[in-house]
């Protein structure tokens, strides 16, 4: 539970409805129905191919689900059905933020750069759609300096104060995979969906993500997270899906999803008898 | 091989044998092309002849040029390369020159004071020259290459029928001017939003794709818009073009039209002579090229063109931060269209003549090449290179000394190609993001430290 939100009675921030994708001939998804619920670490699990990303495809817009509903609800009550907005509408309007499995930063642009991009539909209101920005109105330097000091904010939680004025294409991968956190936050998401965001990382930097994401939704934005490290998905999540073939096979706490069967003959293919032996493992893998 | 070319024996044979090489291939490379030369004879018969002793020099140029680098131009400079990695000097220092540092206060004031310093130093009839072929021209360049610029180098969309737009300002103006006699200064900004409503009317089907397809979308619109000039004969008078195109004035106070009471030399009274109006010119193309860096330099820093170039990194991700894609990629394209507009018409004045000659595909493509040479997005390195391009070019009229060189039947203009070419090839070889590689940032916390060119990306339409 995330300390701060007390009694209040969680709701559901996102709802996924029966939902399909089909690519040729090729069921990617069917019939996959999930919830997450405001103020929690969602994970979304499974073994290679089964359409993890491609739920988190259909979810950010990426792609058009064949069929179902995809349901935000924001703090203010408002709901978006997700499949019917285009890709930069739903982080526009509906607040979710993505990163990606293989990173995708403006290597180009410098650290304090990228955040600012993130931060490119609040600085366009503020600037008048350019036009008040070019004759220098005060009210568009008041927000260039909130944003700054917004991505300042940022830049010290992701621990990349140092590198800011560095392209982020120089940036070690570690810092790279926190600097896309970094960055998807600055669109003030209420929602942010996270693709293997451990991938590749060393122990000691998979411990630090997990203080990241913990004081993210500490802050009160929710997670949505696809993750292969269960030194990452048993530590921080509130809740867990697993995926299988495209089709959800367990679903509860990090606790319950460990114990099914399932689960476990999912991962590991493996005999009824061995279960157990496979137990021991995962409960020393947890240490 | 760091060896020292007189402990490696094996070098010199090396060397030998290289050069013999590179003789040999220069030899069958250059047999028909300067080898054997065709003319026509006095019946207007086709016959060839031999010219043996140029393709000798070709062939001994290659060979012994061959020689020479690896026997002994190569090793020399491996041996200082390992002197100095020896020494463990880094040649790392951020020190610039004073000359560096100050180097475009000097550009803006050299020129200022341009037309003034040619009518000093050759008198009214020969700073024509170098007030319109090489000032004029050079500038109209770095404006259209600028505006380019905001469409490639900024949001990395390859647009191969830029001229197109230009033509949209140029007839624009012509046309508006002639029919119902507007003046310039009405029509400059005209100009200059017509073409940015063709941008968008353009973009707006086209910037679905990308790259490749783009490119090619482009350059067939760029054609179209040239083939309507030529066939819409009753409005454009074809390839006949439009004459007779009214001047542009001093905002209506002194004109430059020679029989008008308000002639600028009379009002002064100076002798009559046309320098004045080009000298104007000079001015009014000058302030056209410092207002397009500005709004260039401005919108960079702005949400806009940070989103401009965050799409030239990666398209993908400004997705998924909440960027309208077609929205921004419409702005880059209309705000590029609009400067090759306002150059448009400030060419249609300064011509007095604009016909679809005009348009054609090269112009485009040497506007592209200028971009890219100059270094795609950078304003200082883009005027650069076209001061070189289209400066090397006016040069080479000039170079008629070469006649007594290669003889008088030699052109040197119609080597421009050539050397453009070659030039584009020396500097991606040795330059390969253009004269000026890297990124200025547009936001930084502590230091602004430029970004090296390896990390920014070309985009992919």
Known sequence: ?287 | MANPIETNPGGMAKAVREGVFAGIIAFFMFLLYVGIETYQDINNALVWRTRWELLAVFVAVAAIGRFLTVGFIKPHIDRRKLNKAKSGVLEISDKKSFFHRHFLKFALVFLLVYPFLSLLIVGKQGSLKYVDNFGIQILIYVMLAWGLNIVVGLAGLLDLGYVAFYAVGAYSYALLSSYFGLSFWVLLPLSGIFAALWGIMLGFPVLRLRGDYLAIVTLAFGEIIRLVLINWTVVTKGTFGIAGIAKASVFGIWSFDVGAPNNFAKVFGLASSSVYYKIFLFYVILALCLLTAYVTIRLRRMPIGRAWEALREDEIACRSLGINTVATKLTAFATGAMFGGFAGSFFAARQGFVSPESFVFLESAVILAIVVLGGMGSLTGIAIAAVVMVGGTEVLREMSFLKLVFGPDFTPELYRMLLFGLAMIIVMLFKPRGFVGSREPTAFLKERRAVSGSFTKEGHG
Not at chain 1, 6 to 29: E, Q, R
Not at chain 1, 39 to 62: D, H
Not at chain 1, 218 to 237: A, C, F, K, N, R
Not at chain 1, 265 to 273: H, K, M, N, P, R
Request: hydrophobic share 40%; with cysteine; charged share 25%.
């Open chain 1, 1 to 287: 539970m995330a300390p701060g939100t007390t009694a209040m009675v969680k709701d559901t921030i996102l709802k996924v409805d029966h939902l399909s994708m089909k690519f040729g001939g090729l069921m990617a998804i069917n019939d996959l129905s999930l919830e997450a619920k405001r103020g929690e670490i969602t994970a979304l699990i499974g073994p290679n191919g089964a359409g993890k990303t491609t739920v988190f495809n259909c979810i950010t817009g990426f792609y058009k689900p064949t069929m179902g509903m995809i349901t935000l609800k924001r703090k203010t009550g408002k709901e978006f059905l997700l499949e019917r907005l285009k890709d930069f509408e739903i982080t526009k309007h509906a607040g979710v933020a993505r990163t990606f499995q293989n990173i995708r930063l403006f290597s180009g642009l410098t650290v304090l750069e990228n955040l600012l991009v993130a931060q490119h539909n609040a600085l366009m209101r503020a600037s008048g759609y350019t036009i008040l920005g070019l004759l220098g109105s005060p009210a568009y330097k008041r927000a260039v300096e909130a944003s700054i000091e917004k991505a300042t904010y940022w830049l010290e939680k992701a621990d990349l104060i140092d590198r800011a004025d560095d392209p982020a294409g120089d940036l070690p991968y570690g810092a790279q995979r926190r600097l896309e956190i970094a960055r998807a936050m600055c669109t003030g998401p209420e929602l942010l969906c996270l693709d293997e965001p451990a991938a590749g990382l060393n122990p000691k930097e998979s411990l630090t993500l997990n203080t990241l994401l913990r004081s993210i939704r500490d802050e009160g934005t929710s997670l949505l997270l696809i993750e292969h490290d269960m030194s990452v998905v048993m530590e921080i999540s509130d809740h867990v899906v697993v995926l299988e073939y495209g089709q959800k096979i367990s679903d509860g706490t990090p606790d319950h999803v460990k114990n099914d069967p399932k689960v476990i003959a999912a991962y590991l293919g493996v005999e009824d008898e061995e279960l157990e032996q496979i137990e021991e493992q995962l409960e020393g893998g947890k240490v």
